[in-house]
């Protein structure tokens, strides 16, 4: 009998020692398995990247990075905000320390603002501005999170938070941060209180700046827009499509450019290839049907 039970003590100490060992292992398998994942979501193969952060997101230890990959798949290659939103609010709910979760959380929240209709796009935009200023003063080195914040301090009205004061501190950061998103802030608060010729020479500035970035060229082509000068505009959507030709976005706004100056074959042809980069883009659809329409 003793035999026996020393021989049960025995596989039980065993036995154990083993599940004593199993976290460990287990938290060495999900961290392959999460870089992985990054790997993966890095190359833009957010299918297979989704599947891995869906194992992980169960129970890893890794919980809160995996639901941010995930929210963040399903806003970019899915375009289901509810799910971008659902995911991000978890990975916020586990690690609340992160400032690009919050980031990545107002731009789902963002997508979900073009589905509502007005009074939830008012409820939307004020979380939004929330999670960026938190992403702000989680880590007051996150440029996109101030410049965001910046663009909805300028969009919003004053009784929702709305603020051109505030706007230009960010700006003023910005400029300590990133020179180009500096000069791309005080163009947006310059256009918002139709000093043009400011807007203008600030968006040269950040042209000047930065000239391998589309972005710039992408708001100028705007401004002249605005101005009905349009040759100036398609100019400055082309540098944008050289800048950044896998961006469906650079050819909708050439395309818009082209209608706008009455150059419909022209327009056709920028919508498509817009299309062809990425076939959901919902804005290009639109403009393509619409042209069609006066093809007729």
């Known amino acids: 009998m003793k035999k026996l039970i020393s021989l049960f003590v025995t596989h039980l100490i065993l036995a154990q020692?083993?599940?004593?060992?199993?976290?460990?292992?287990?938290?060495?398998?999900?961290q392959?398995?999460?870089?992985?994942?990054?790997?993966?979501?890095k190359n833009k193969k957010y299918a297979e990247a989704r599947m891995i952060f869906e194992n992980i997101s169960k129970g890893s230890g890794h919980e809160a990075e995996a639901c941010y990959y995930l929210g963040s798949i399903y806003l970019r290659f899915e375009r289901d905000p509810d799910k971008a939103i659902e995911y991000l609010e978890k990975a916020i709910e586990a690690d609340n320390s992160k400032s690009e979760y919050?980031?990545?959380?107002?731009?789902?929240?963002?997508?979900?603002?073009?589905q509502s209709n007005v009074i939830k796009q008012a409820m939307l935009a004020r979380r939004i501005k929330?999670?960026?200023?938190?992403?702000?003063?989680?880590?007051?080195?996150?440029?996109?999170?101030?410049?965001s914040l910046l663009q909805m301090y300028v969009m919003m009205p004053g009784i929702m938070g709305g603020s051109i004061t505030k706007a230009r501190k960010q700006a003023d950061a910005l400029m300590q941060l990133n020179a180009?998103?500096?000069?791309l802030g005080y163009a947006m608060i310059s256009d918002y209180e139709e000093d043009l010729a400011s807007a203008e020479a600030y968006y040269a500035k950040a042209i000047a700046a930065e000239p391998q970035l589309s972005r710039p060229y992408h708001q100028l082509g705007y401004l002249y827009l605005k101005q009905k000068r349009y040759e100036e505009a398609i100019k400055q959507f082309k540098k944008m499509a050289e800048c950044d030709p896998g961006n469906a976005n650079a050819y909708d706004s050439l395309?818009?450019?082209?209608?706008?100056?009455?150059?419909?074959?022209?327009?056709?042809e920028s919508y498509r290839k817009a299309v062809a980069i990425d076939p959901q883009f919902a804005p290009s659809v639109f403009n393509l049907a619409k042209c069609y329409e006066k093809k007729r």
Do not use: T
């Open 130 to 147: 929330s999670e960026l200023e938190k992403a702000v003063e989680l880590n007051p080195n996150n440029a996109e999170a101030r410049m």
């Open 102 to 114: 919050h980031m990545a959380l107002s731009n789902a929240l963002g997508a979900k603002i073009m």
């Open 255 to 268: 395309g818009d450019g082209f209608l706008a100056n009455d150059q419909l074959d022209d327009a056709m």
């Open 17 to 30: 020692g083993l599940l004593a060992l199993w976290p460990a292992h287990s938290a060495v398998f999900a």
């Open 180 to 183: 180009c998103l500096g000069y």
């Open 32 to 41: 392959s398995d999460l870089e992985r994942g990054r790997e993966l979501f």
